[in-house]
């Protein structure tokens, strides 16, 4: 992620991972045990995915926050584990790892701009520390080791 301020406005650039289909064993192997976020989604065609859930994960990193999330044994949101109870789930996700401001402010702009059925569009709110909130997103191949943003060009 790279962060750029003007002023009392904030771009974001994420570099989003390959898209994954959901596997409670594989997580382990492909999701990194850092702070992020975590797109969940069913998939609508070949190239098509539809937004269920953004998922913040701080304290505890993606890969533990997942798990927490979507095993039914471990959950510590039981509604919306059994929401996604029986779906096919895809997900990518992306390392926000400056403060937790920052990752509020992402989540905030993504659950706006797309609109995924289990977030709570209404009441969620963003760190209010600047009037507007910018979001470039980029995807990584999956041959992509490390995350390479442009330098310039934003």
Not at 34 to 41: K, P, S, T, W
Not at 51 to 66: A, K
Not at 129 to 144: A, F, G, P, S, W
Request: charged residues 30%.
């Amino acid at each position: 992620m790279k962060k750029k301020i003007y002023q009392d406005e904030v771009l974001y650039t994420l570099a989003w991972s390959p898209v994954y289909q959901f596997d409670k064993y594989s997580i382990t192997k492909i999701i990194p045990e850092l702070a992020g976020i975590v797109a969940v989604m069913e998939k609508r065609s070949e190239e098509t995915y539809h937004y269920i859930l953004f998922y913040s994960c701080w304290r505890d990193g993606m890969r533990l926050g997942l798990k927490n999330l979507l095993d039914p044994i471990f959950t510590r949101h039981p509604d919306l584990a059994k929401a996604m109870e029986g779906r096919q789930l895809w997900y990518k996700y992306t390392v926000v790892d400056s403060n937790p401001f920052d990752l509020q402010d992402i989540l905030w702009w993504l659950i706006q701009s797309y609109e995924p059925e289990l977030n709570d569009i209404q009441n969620y709110e963003h760190s209010k520390r600047y009037r507007n909130i910018y979001v470039r997103e980029m995807e990584l191949d999956k041959e992509t080791v490390v995350e390479r943003l442009p330098k310039y060009g934003f």
